[in-house]
């Protein structure tokens, strides 16, 4: 059928189980692969045509200076005509996605749209882009009005024309005549383009291209700086950002690196990666240890990515949001999760890698791209040497933990929040995992990656559980009448979410950069990113705990939480340091239930007491609520 014509008739697509078995153990064949983008690409197709006939119906056109949208369409029929390959290119191009969604939400409500920082007909007028970049690609002559973006004109899927800044227009005018020169006219004056796109010439920008592996299937990676639609998070019709040559040539090394590793130890992860992702949108450098990467269900085969500073963690990254993409892919097509009750909040869980609660369709999504991090460190760790295979191995040995963690939360919660499909993806993926506990990682490492599972779960418990308010009074009541810890009353907590708290605790990043060794640890516990939102006073109580003096960690949190008896940060390192230093009965009221410590600790600062954080924790740890309800709530 065809992809772009209007009268062309729908086709219904089948998934086998097969497919879903196979896509759990993160595996992709190709025939699973060519149904994944024939779906997506008829939803692109469906969204078009949506589009076209919502601009149609409210008269979106009739103060724009561009030719309608149907003269668009009508020039992406005619280039099908003669190129097939290359409409069905331009349908696959992940911003086209997200263009459709927006513009369906803006014709639908227009007064309501809170995304309406463009004329409406330059929004309209990307089709006409689309158009434009078929038409050169495929090298059929036409005459076409673009709209001009941020002091250029952007071409998707080729790049951009950068115009002087003497040439103030709004719209336009590209003129095709193949074999001549592409022209395309602003404001009065003709800017001739190369006929060979794929160099920088003159006005013309071309996307930087990296063949990432020429013994290898896949397709060459884009890195996208032009697209008006390519972050899917900031407002429509972004501006150019401009790569330096410097820049383009980090970004080149780094992912026909992590390619390369890919294809020669992760083969699976490579095809997946081949499958799910043909455009990396570069974003701005994110701090250490604090990489910035998210994948959007609409723009399948795209990923925005930070830069990195090796293969290894680029290539992780790209494990992680190629299995996001094929799993936005697989819920087009099959209901995984149930659907909430109507007027009915779905029930949130804790995720081992976020610092808030996730329903479970998010949970699935983490574990689900997790299991190809853990995955990909699993194998990784034994191809590297020195301090980062050190830190592969803590990868490692973290993410096996946390995605065992998501997987067991997942099957406990059965046919309440997974449909029969989900429970069978959760079932195969826990069966494929299991294997993983049985491997061995060096003790130091692993010691780490306990410490972070343990930090983690306990700050975001000290975050978002909220003991009851009549139990904790009593609890600290009976501390002042020095009852015995186990005859004491037990509190019950409740989950109640704080939207203060979204990313982990970063204590992590110490960690991590305490792989590279003590001055590591020092210039990054000192480092802007770390000590920006953090208090000074725990920043050193962190360097302590994680430099390994416990005592000294204990100490520093100890006076910390007399200034800032609230921190969920300094209860739950303050149980570390006193696991680490023999104090077992607090400790575990600290990283089993620190909501419950830090309750009663402010209740009875409210009555004029000053309770030691030490001696109250050791006297929680011994009373029943430990021992009986140490894991809580996760979920509510």
Not at 389 to 411: K, Q
Not at 596 to 624: E, K
Request: net charge negative; glycine share 6%.
């Amino acid at each position: 059928m065809s992809p772009v014509a209007p009268d062309a008739a729908p086709v219904r697509h089948r998934i086998p189980l097969s497919d879903l078995d196979a896509l759990a153990t993160g595996h992709v064949l190709p025939a699973t692969a060519r149904r994944i983008h024939e779906v997506e690409r008829s939803r692109r197709m469906l969204m078009l045509r949506a589009v076209v006939e919502a601009a149609q119906q409210v008269r979106a056109e009739s103060e724009s200076p561009l030719s309608p949208v149907t003269a668009a369409l009508d020039l992406l029929m005619r280039i099908e005509r003669v190129r097939p390959d290359v409409v069905i290119d331009l349908l696959d191009h992940p911003g086209l996605g997200v263009w459709a969604v927006r513009m369906l939400e803006r014709l639908r409500h227009e007064s309501r749209s809170s995304r309406a920082v463009a004329s409406l007909w330059s929004e309209l007028g990307y089709l006409h882009a689309v158009a434009a970049s078929a038409a050169l690609r495929a090298g059929v002559a036409g005459t076409i009005d673009l709209p001009v973006i941020g002091a250029g004109v952007p071409l998707p899927t080729l790049g951009r024309v950068a115009l002087p800044i003497a040439l103030a227009a709004e719209v336009a005018v590209l003129e095709i005549a193949p074999p001549a020169h592409p022209v395309l006219t602003v404001a009065g004056q003709q800017l001739a383009l190369p006929t060979d796109l794929s160099g920088v010439q003159g006005f013309w920008q071309p996307l930087p291209r990296v063949t990432v592996s020429a013994n290898h299937s896949a397709r060459e990676l884009v890195l996208d700086e032009s697209d008006p639609y390519r972050d899917f998070r900031s407002p429509p019709q972004q501006s150019a950002t401009d790569l330096t040559q410097e820049d383009v040539q980090h970004w080149e090394f780094t992912l026909r690196e992590a390619d390369t590793s890919l294809v020669r130890r992760h083969p699976h992860a490579a095809a997946l990666r081949a499958t799910a992702l043909r455009v990396v949108v570069p974003l701005s450098a994110a701090p250490l240890y604090r990489p910035m990467s998210a994948t959007y269900n609409e723009a399948f085969g795209s990923a925005l990515m930070s830069p990195l500073r090796d293969a290894a963690e680029v290539a992780a990254t790209l494990v992680h949001e190629a299995r996001h993409s094929v799993l936005n892919a697989l819920l087009h097509q099959l209901p995984l999760c149930q659907d909430p009750l109507p007027g009915i909040d779905p029930p949130l869980f804790y995720a081992p890698w976020r610092g808030d609660p996730r329903p479970a369709t998010g949970l699935l999504h983490g574990v689900y791209s997790f299991a190809g991090v853990a995955d990909f460190w699993r194998i990784e760790r034994h191809a590297l040497t020195g301090a980062s295979a050190s830190l592969a191995h803590f990868e490692f040995a973290l993410w096996r933990a946390a995605v065992g963690e998501a997987l067991d939360t997942l099957t406990s919660c059965g046919e309440q929040q997974l449909t029969p499909l989900g429970l069978r993806f959760v079932a195969a993926m826990t069966e494929q995992t299991a294997a993983w506990f049985r491997e061995s990682v060096p003790a130091p490492s692993d010691a780490l990656a306990r410490d972070e599972a343990t930090d983690l779960r306990a700050v975001w418990r000290a975050r978002h559980t909220c003991p009851d308010a009549a139990q904790t009074e009593a609890l600290a009541h009976d501390w002042l009448a020095r009852v015995d810890p186990s005859a004491a009353g037990r509190v019950r907590s409740v989950l109640r979410p704080d939207p203060r708290f979204g990313p982990p605790d970063p204590r992590g990043e110490l960690r991590r950069a305490l792989f590279h060794g003590p001055d590591a640890l020092l210039a990054h516990s000192s480092g802007e990113s770390y000590t920006a939102s953090r208090d000074p006073a725990l920043v050193a109580a962190d360097l302590a705990l994680v430099g390994g003096d416990p005592v000294l960690a204990a100490q520093a949190y100890r006076d910390v939480l007399v200034d800032r008896p609230e921190s969920p940060s300094a209860w739950a390192g303050l149980g570390l340091a006193l696991s680490a230093s023999g104090h077992q009965a607090a400790a575990e009221a600290l990283l089993g239930r620190p909501e419950v410590v830090r309750a009663v600790h402010l209740v009875l600062l409210r009555q004029g007491a000053a309770p030691d954080p030490l001696a109250l924790s050791d006297w929680v740890g011994r009373t029943p609520i430990v021992r009986e309800t140490a894991s809580g709530p996760d979920h509510g």
